[in-house]
């Protein structure tokens, strides 16, 4: 029992870091993004 709590926290863990990990991807995209319509200016 106690190692399915612990493979389910993992799992958590797992999501929360992927969550983060795509959410920081996209604000870097978002910021070139803005760089190049910065330029073109």
Same mark, same amino acid.
Request: aromatic content about 8%.
């Given at each position: #029992?106690? &190692?399915? #709590?612990?493979?389910?926290? *993992? !799992? &958590?863990i797992? #999501?929360?870091?992927? $969550? *983060?990990? !795509? #959410?920081? !991807?996209q604000? &870097?995209? *978002?910021? /070139?993004l &803005? /760089?190049? $319509? !910065?330029?073109?200016?």
């Amino acid at each position: #029992m106690a &190692i399915s #709590m612990a493979m389910a926290k *993992f !799992n &958590i863990i797992a #999501m929360s870091i992927k $969550e *983060f990990l !795509n #959410m920081r !991807n996209q604000i &870097i995209d *978002f910021q /070139k993004l &803005i /760089k190049i $319509e !910065n330029l073109d200016v």
